[in-house]
Nanobody
Framework: QAQLVESGGGSVQAGGSLRLSCAAS????????MGWYRQAPEKEREGVAT???????NYADSVKGRFTISKDNTKNILYLQMNSLKPEDSALYYC????????????????????RGQGTQVTVSS
């Protein structure tokens, strides 16, 4: 079973940047659809970004042009580079993974992926 551990969250001012990382053991990222989703208090979970086995990416409209998802298959690390952060980006961010094919590896499905980490908090102040 995949075990995912996020890191890199924190508190920043609006306009700042953070880079989240997600490390995994016991399996290879190259075989999985990977993604990030977030959940703010009293809000539904929201897919943020996904990356499939081949490296194709998909983003929520709310983060396009500001966030970048990437992965290092040799190190089994998934990244989410977040720039130009806004207060509405504040949430608990989860790394997620699934064995679905590329056809099903898209951002709106990220909250339903089979495996996820414990989450890392991102707080953006105005």
């Amino acid at each position: 079973q995949a075990q995912l551990v996020e890191s890199g969250g924190g508190s920043v001012q609006a306009g700042g940047s953070l880079r989240l990382s997600c490390a995994a053991s016991e399996y290879s990222y190259s075989r999985y659809c990977m993604g990030w989703y977030r959940q703010a208090p009293e809000k539904e979970r929201e897919g943020v970004a996904t990356i499939d086995r081949g490296g194709s990416t998909n983003y929520a409209d709310s983060v396009k042009g500001r966030f970048t998802i990437s992965k290092d298959n040799t190190k089994n690390i998934l990244y989410l580079q977040m720039n130009s952060l806004k207060p509405e980006d504040s949430a608990l961010y989860y790394c997620a993974a699934d064995t679905v094919s590329s056809s099903w590896c898209y951002v709106r499905r990220a909250p339903q992926f089979a495996y996820r980490g414990q989450g890392t908090q991102v707080t953006v102040s105005s």
